[in-house]
């Protein structure tokens, strides 16, 4: 699940800046190359811990499980080299989740309030980061707010999307021949995914329901 899913997931629980700020924090150090947080006490802990959970539950979940194994067949079939087929196809249905995602105002207005709430550098020394590392998430998180949340991407976009987070991994970036098949897998199936969010996001709830309980 990306860092959106992972905001919108983590509202439906607490609607807390700080807590969904917590939620998202160990996808923006993977983004910037930083440690992974260790979960600390108090709200921002919480939601680190709280992702974490959300990630293990989601990648069992039957539905994103068989949305997976199809698309890597569909684009191994096209000629898609392995490792680029199996991460697009992960990736690929995470990003076309958030766009599903995406439209509810709720979801969206908590994503944002999380951004500015990242912008106290301060509020990171509860997770032992350096200075510098606080600077790092400070700026990732103007950026992402003055970009704001897309509603109904375009196959341009979420291809877009795909490149870049692919892009420095050798095995599994997205080579230019392969562009017209990632773009075609996208657009075939988009409505499918979209469609299903519903019933996996009641899956995965109820899930982290059961497993907070335990």
Known sequence: MNFFGHAAIAGQFRASPEFVLGAMLPDFCGMLGLRSPRPSAGVLGEGVRFHHLTDHAFHELAAFRGFCSEATAWLDGEGVRRGTARAVAHVGVELLLDAALAEGDAARALYLSALDVAQAPELFERVEFAPHERTSLC????????????????????????????????????????????????????????????????????????????
């Open 139 to 214: 700026g990732l998180a103007r950026t992402l707010g003055a970009r704001g949340v897309s509603r109904a991407p375009d196959t341009a976009l979420v291809v877009g999307r795909l490149e870049r987070a692919l892009a420095a991994r050798p095995r599994l970036r997205i080579e230019p021949e392969d562009l017209g098949r990632v773009s075609a897998w996208v657009e075939l199936f988009r409505d499918r995914v979209l469609s299903s969010t519903p019933h996996i996001v009641n899956e995965l709830t109820s899930v982290l329901t059961l497993k907070l309980a335990a």
